[in-house]
């Protein structure tokens, strides 16, 4: 059910797709495919409040409350950039760590506006084969990330022609 979520976000079906969330975390709580499309549906509508929320979910269910915690107090202090980029600077330091998938350290890294940051993550995650970086497309939407020369050559070395052709399609302001 939750990668059909994912499926939707992709779509832009981001009401859909929370609707399924919801589903799937009502079925098993703190199910970590009940939480993606959440997430990614937030992004999709540009909702930072809860971006944030969902990310100290995320955090809360895998037992890490005192990052949840110094998550949500950044945001409320310094606002939704720059709670992004700590949690990207977290991320990145999990990444080394425990291996946690380079990809959303860009995708975190985007949020908080540092796209250099953001497509050295996404270089790391292609040349890493992570399995998500093909859709950088659909969740890299900012118009500054998608006209960045190198996020352009990124997605012609992974093949992905039309869409190096036509990266500023589906941006959101």
């Known amino acids: 059910m939750g990668l059909y979520g994912v499926q939707l976000t992709m779509r832009n079906e ?3 797709a929370l609707d399924v969330a919801a589903k799937a975390l009502g079925m098993a709580p703190g199910y970590a495919f009940g939480y993606r499309p959440q997430l990614l549906a937030h992004i999709g509508l540009g909702n930072e409040e809860e971006i944030v929320r969902v990310t100290a979910d995320i955090y809360r269910s895998v037992h890490e409350p005192e990052i949840a915690d110094v998550l949500e107090s950044t945001y409320r202090n310094d606002g939704f950039e720059a709670a992004m980029l700590w949690d990207a600077d977290n991320l990145s330091q999990l990444y080394e ?3 946690f998938p380079a990809f959303d350290v860009a995708v975190t890294y985007s949020l908080g506006g540092d796209h250099e940051s953001a497509i050295d993550w996404l270089e790391v995650a292609a040349d890493r084969l992570d399995p998500n970086t093909p859709y950088m497309i659909v969740f890299m ?3 500054d990330i ?7 050559a990124l997605l012609k070395k992974m093949g992905l022609d039309y869409w190096a052709a036509n990266s500023e399609a589906l941006v959101v302001q």
């Open 14 to 16: 981001y009401e859909k």
């Open 97 to 99: 760590s425990e291996r």
């Open 141 to 143: 939407r900012g118009p």
């Open 146 to 152: 998608r006209k960045h020369p190198r996020f352009i």
